[in-house]
């Protein structure tokens, strides 16, 4: 399986942007895709997952009610909708599935991982 994140940018507080994450490969309906970021010396954080196999979603409580996370089975891609940035948001985001059925927020919990794209917000 190989992930592939884009997308990242330079915004402003307050402005959106969008992730992608393209996957191809063997990823299983039962498998969980979610979005992690990281800031240099802290660990890689859970940011949203959602089932393949359904529409059920999971968000940090830092991001919930900002950030929208989503999928295409047929073109297998991964998406990740945040609105409202705030400087805190700056990080690497990565994409994850595999080596889970469950929602986990632990990033030792997943398989595969994307390179990451970059996320910066200036205030």
């Known amino acids: 399986v190989q992930l592939q994140a884009s997308g990242g940018g330079l915004v402003q507080a307050g402005e959106s942007l969008r992730l992608s994450c393209a996957a191809s490969g063997p990823i299983f309906s039962s498998w969980i895709l979610a979005w992690f970021r990281q800031t240099p010396g802290k660990e890689r954080e859970f940011v949203a997952a959602?089932?393949?196999?359904?529409?059920?979603?999971f968000y940090a409580d830092s991001v919930k009610g900002r950030f929208a996370i989503s999928k295409d089975n047929a073109k297998n891609t991964l998406d990740l909708q945040m609105n409202n940035l705030k400087p805190e948001d700056a990080a690497v985001y990565y994409c994850?599935?595999?080596?889970?059925?469950?929602?986990?927020?632990?990033?030792?919990?997943?398989?595969?991982w994307g390179k990451g794209t970059l996320v910066t917000v200036s205030s």
């Open positions: 959602i089932r393949r196999s359904s529409s059920s979603t």
């Open positions: 994850a599935t595999g080596g889970t059925t469950n929602p986990e927020r632990s990033p030792r919990e997943y398989k595969y």
